[in-house]
């Protein structure tokens, strides 16, 4: 029998930049448990590398921004 249970995790980023704009950062991931795997195992993973994916970008992002000014 196979497992067809999946897990989805989204997280958002909006920065401020001022002058009334902003820059929005969203990520989401969507993956099926693995073997042996419960679902808050499977959330816990899955949300780790959101999370880590969207700190990675909000930095580089940063970076930029910084270049980028005057």
Do not use: H, P
């Amino acid at each position: 029998m196979t497992n067809n249970t999946s897990v989805r995790v989204a997280l958002e980023f909006v920065r401020n930049l001022g002058n009334y704009e902003s820059i929005r950062i969203s990520i989401g991931v969507e993956d099926s448990l693995r073997q042996n795997e419960t679902v808050d195992k499977a959330t816990e993973r899955v949300y780790t590398f959101v999370e880590n994916k969207l700190i990675e970008k909000a930095n580089e992002i940063e970076a930029e921004l910084k270049g980028n000014k005057k």
